[in-house]
């Protein structure tokens, strides 16, 4: 039993998923599923379709290099089964993709990086410019400054409402 | 029994030009180049039955045939099945000549083929190598890929002669 990459989207296939088709040059293209292979058929190129990992990859939305991916090459050499050797590679595996999920996470979280100081300063700008739709003029005038101001609302209305409710 | 499924292939037939007219008007919104390549692309593949036309991928001669019946009292044939085929195209120098009726083994066919595995495999083309009554193949090459399942239906002489094996 292999697990194999899309060649499309590269997710893994697992056993009774998907269709692998063969060329007559003999190149097989596995696929995960029909969306893939359809794109496939339409000769798209996976390094421009937004969702693919190729496309991620490529453009720096993913990250391309770390040592947590050599754990993953394709070795052709069946290894004997050994028990202690599996029991130990199946630790490994789940201490692997925690620390790789974490690299991804702080590579996302680096990635993002520049934006908070983006938000204010556009949200400042906004302010400026709308709050003629907050604030009255008249109240700009005497007051200058930029804080949205405290509005007085009269509690009458829950008497009313009362008395529809009873109807 | 031919007449009703040959009926009912030509009303599959025109469902499926139905859904890939409908493919067509609903695709009609994007892009004019898109919508021609996804109406070729989106075909959907079935078994070879008479008058498939095959490509031979042997050096026996012949460069296509055209199936005449599927063996072992079948109706369809898929991949790895033997069939009767008239050859319609040859090599001037061949063993065999147009219009020699042949049996043929299947080795690629478009129609997705289940593994046990589960998974699926289909191929680009229907492609065929002649094989005498006995089942030995005619010629002594075999071109392009070739698929284990041959193993299963005990066509081990043509496999020992492909060159890939899928």
Partial sequence: ?167 | MAASLASKWSRVGRSLLGGLGNNLSGLSSTSHEMASGNFLSQQQRTFIQMRTVLKVVDNSGAKTVMCIQPLKGRKVARLGDTIVASVKEAMPTGKVKKGQVVHAVVVRAAMQHGRFDGSEVRFDDNAVVLVNKAGEPTGTRVFGPVPHELRRKKHVSILTLAEHLA
């Avoid at chain 1, 630790?91 to 204010?120: F, P, S, T």
């Fill in chain 1, 1 to 167: 039993m292999r697990l194999e990459k899309c060649w499309f989207c590269s997710s893994t296939v697992y056993p009774g998923h998907g269709i692998q088709f063969v060329r007559n040059d003999a190149k097989i293209f596995r696929f995960c599923r029909s969306k893939c292979h359809k794109n496939f058929k339409m000769k798209r190129n996976p390094r421009k379709v937004k969702w693919t990992k190729a496309y991620r990859r490529l453009h720096g939305k993913d990250m391309t290099q770390d040592s947590t991916f050599e754990f993953e090459r394709k070795r052709n050499r069946p290894e004997r089964y050994d028990r202690n050797l599996a029991e130990n590679t199946l630790k490994a595996i789940k201490k692997i993709d925690k620390i790789r999920v974490a690299r991804e996470e702080r590579h996302h979280k680096l990635r993002m990086k520049g934006k908070k100081a983006k938000e204010q300063k556009e949200a400042a700008i906004e302010l400026e410019q709308g709050i003629h739709l907050v604030k009255a003029p008249s109240v700009l005038a005497q007051d200058q400054s930029l804080t949205l101001p405290k509005i007085k609302v009269k509690v009458q209305a829950q008497a009313e409402e009362n008395q529809a409710m009873e109807e």
